[in-house]
């Protein structure tokens, strides 16, 4: 399973500090054409192959700086095995490949096209727009008060094992979700909850909590008694 983060988080300032200095840096590598930096910073840091400069004011992630600068075949090789996703679009709606058409890099055309590994139910839009919907009604008030871009499920048809996470200022905890037969499994968690959290089921008809059975606790053990 390819575990992958999704930052939908459009305030910079909701970062602390460090970790937005941090993703910076990582964000910084990639604008620079520095490739060796970026694996740097992505054999430390794997789950963030897909994600913007903190605040999101572009959208621009590793693979569309890769196609803007005309990277090395092997280059964008290389960021497609650590997991980035050739479907994930900046915020003007651009793919990598739109951004290498546009500068003329015809020798990443083929590569950055993007490949369906697994398929959705039909009708695709129907089961984004359900999980949407529940994203909305698990948050409460959590979207209302910080912005937070929703995540597109595309990404979850390039591999054959793909999970995303999805942090939610407010949650204290966010969405980890994967794409199986016929549905898209929804783990909504937080550090304040007293278990491991809700799971959904969403289908291009909508969504629901699976209930799962609670496992008793193992049998005390009989007391022992020393010998008489």
Not at 37 to 64: D, I, K, Q, T, V
Not at 132 to 159: I, Q, W, Y
């Amino acid at each position: 399973m390819i575990s992958m983060q999704w930052d939908g988080l459009t305030d910079r300032e909701r970062f602390n500090e460090r970790y937005r200095e941090e993703r910076d840096r990582f964000s910084d590598t990639a604008r620079d054409a520095d490739w060796n930096g970026l694996f740097e910073e992505l054999e430390r840091n794997p789950h963030w192959a897909n994600l913007p400069r903190p605040g999101n004011r572009s959208g621009f992630a590793p693979l569309h700086q890769a196609a803007w600068h005309g990277a090395d075949f092997a280059v964008v090789s290389r960021l497609l095995a650590h997991g980035a996703w050739r479907t994930q679009r900046t915020r003007d709606g651009r793919r990598a490949v739109d951004i290498a058409r546009e500068q003329g890099r015809t020798h990443l055309l083929e590569l950055l096209e993007p490949v369906v590994v697994r398929r959705f139910p039909s009708p695709p839009e129907m089961l984004e727009y359900h999980f949407h919907s529940l994203l909305r009604e698990k948050t409460g008030r959590c979207f209302e008060e910080t912005e937070h871009l929703l995540p597109p499920l595309a990404p979850l048809m390039e591999g054959p094992a793909v999970e995303i996470v999805f942090p939610v200022v407010g949650m204290m905890g966010g969405f980890t979700y994967r794409l199986e037969k016929g549905c898209v499994k929804v783990h909504a968690h937080s550090r304040m909850d007293s278990d491991d959290g809700d799971y959904y089921r969403v289908t291009p008809e909508g969504w629901s909590k699976v209930e799962r059975s609670r496992i008793p606790p193992p049998p005390q053990p009989a007391p022992q008694h020393p010998a008489s």
